[in-house]
C-alpha cells in the first residue's frame, strides 16, 4: 500500500518519541500507516502521550494540533486539553 505524504510525515514526527515512549508502543502506533490509517495511528500515538503523561514541546504540540486539523479534529477536545498540560 502506498504511504500518503501526511503518512510519512506522521511517521517522521513519531520518530521524535523514539526513547521517550516505549519501542513497543511506538512501533504500534506507527504500524497503522504502513496499512492506509493515518488517524487511527495519530489517535494512538497522542493516547500514549497521554498515559504516558510526556513531556512534549511547544513545537511538538503544534505539530499535534496541525495533524489534527488534517484528521478534520480527530481527537476529542479534552485530549487536545490534556496535550497542552504536557507542554513544558
Known sequence: MMTTATGI???EF???FHGR?????LNYALSYIDFGEEPLAFEILCDYL???DLVITKS???HLC???NIFNNLLEH???IY???LVK
Open 9 to 11: 510525515e506522521l511517521k
Open 21 to 25: 515512549l516505549s519501542e513497543d508502543e
Open 78 to 80: 479534552d485530549v487536545v
Open 60 to 62: 511538538e504540540y503544534e
Open 83 to 85: 496535550l497542552k498540560k
Open 14 to 16: 513519531g520518530e521524535n
Open 50 to 52: 497521554c498515559e504516558n
Open 66 to 68: 496541525t495533524f489534527n
